[in-house]
């Protein structure tokens, strides 16, 4: 069993085909959608998060690949730099999900990536820009 977050990136000429439907009939892949950003003729993008036999997301990866989807580990998307962090909690207000959060009694922020939905929110709070997505780089599955 395995479970994992990724994000598709879809071409204009996939955004308009079935893919979570042949995940899940063809696949037999459980499919929890967590940001969609798909419009008809421009490139779309999906958060999600897969879950079902190795062997099948093993599969299901090559077939969306073959779709022509560019497939992006979700860890890896939102990077803390700790070093630029000044502690001052702005980005704990508006995390939905409390991946970045106060530790007491010290006060200072900790970022659990384990909890991260990749929503990106923080990016906009944060005002010493220590949050950062690595959506666009070379963390292709
Ligand atoms: S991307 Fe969203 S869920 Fe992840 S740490 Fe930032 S605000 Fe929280
Ligand atoms: S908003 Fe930025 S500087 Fe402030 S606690 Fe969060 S990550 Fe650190």
Not at 49 to 69: C, F, P, T, V
Request: charged share 25%.
């Amino acid at each position: 069993m395995i479970k994992q977050k990724i994000v598709l990136r879809f071409p204009p000429h996939v955004v308009e085909q079935p893919t979570i439907y042949h995940l899940i009939k063809d696949y037999d892949l459980m499919v929890n959608i967590l940001r969609a950003d798909i419009n008809p003729r421009k490139e779309g993008r999906l958060m999600m998060e897969l879950s079902g036999s190795e062997s099948n997301y093993q599969r299901a990866l090559e077939w969306m690949k073959e779709q022509g989807l560019k497939i992006i580990s979700l860890e890896q998307q939102i990077i803390w730099q700790q070093d630029r962090c000044t502690h001052c909690g702005a980005c704990t207000v508006i995390c939905p999900t409390g991946a970045l959060c106060f530790t007491r009694p010290e006060m200072t922020v900790r970022f659990a990536e384990e909890k991260c939905v990749v929503c990106e929110l923080c990016l906009r709070a944060c005002p010493a820009r220590a949050m950062e997505t690595l959506v666009d780089s070379e963390n292709s599955l």
